[in-house]
T-cell receptor
């Protein structure tokens, strides 16, 4: 498997524009996480899905952010309208429940991230 | 709620020095514990994990022991290399399934 695939790797956009980040999780994984990383706040969980259903979106900063998972192999994180303070690296991660193990025992696999710059 | 506290960085060491990065946690129930490493420009990679008390996770010369009595999971390596320079994250996961990360500790190893 190629691992978690995120696109684009880099995105530069003007304030007010819509930004869409994409993620393809590892095949067979049933959990998908979106994280944001900044120097000031470190690594923050924005939202996570289980079997394509959003479970916890309490980390989504505000209504400008939305995330979808239309099927098991694709998720998007959208920011509309974007603002300079949204500049960060956004990571997608996925994990599975190994046979015989509780989900809490399995690690998450991370993508390479999307570096977003809003000017 | 759950939380993870790591020692503040940055940490700068000379090659072959001994490394310790402290990690303590607060959690409901008995979590699984993880150390992740992030090399420049890359995503996080699992370094090691431990799923129950007294378990020792190890990988690439790094070790950490799950200490329930002190709620700790300190990362150690006996002899660091320049290639170990990275940011290290301690994390926990409970039955609620979300991963909670510490702030990260930047390690720089000089030749």
């Amino acid at each position: 498997d190629a691992g978690v695939i995120q696109s684009p790797r880099h995105e530069v956009t003007e304030m007010g524009q819509e930004v869409t980040l994409r993620c393809k999780p590892i095949s067979g994984h049933d959990y998908l996480f979106w994280y944001r990383q900044t120097m000031m706040r470190g690594l923050e969980l924005l939202i996570y899905f289980n079997n394509n259903v959003p479970i916890d979106d309490s980390g989504m900063p505000e209504d400008r952010f939305s995330a979808k998972m239309p099927n098991a192999s694709f998720s998007t994180l959208k920011i509309q309208p974007s603002e300079p303070r949204d500049s960060a690296v956004y990571f997608c991660a996925s994990s599975s429940r190994d046979r015989g193990l509780a989900v809490m025992n399995t690690e998450a696999f991370f993508g390479q991230g999307t570096r977003l710059t809003v000017v | 709620g759950n939380s993870v506290t790591q020692m503040e960085g940055p940490v700068t060491l000379s090659e072959e020095a001994f490394l310790t990065i402290n990690c303590t946690y607060t959690a409901t129930g008995y979590p699984s514990l993880f150390w992740y490493v992030q090399y420049p420009g890359e995503g996080l990679q699992l370094l090691l994990k431990a799923t129950k008390a007294d378990d020792k996770g190890s990988n690439k010369g790094f070790e950490a022991t799950y200490r329930k009595e002190t709620t700790s999971f300190h990362l150690e390596k006996g002899s660091v290399q320049v290639s170990d320079s990275a940011v290290y994250f301690c994390a926990l996961r409970t039955s609620g399934s979300r991963l909670t990360f510490g702030e990260g500790t930047q390690l720089t190893v000089n030749p």
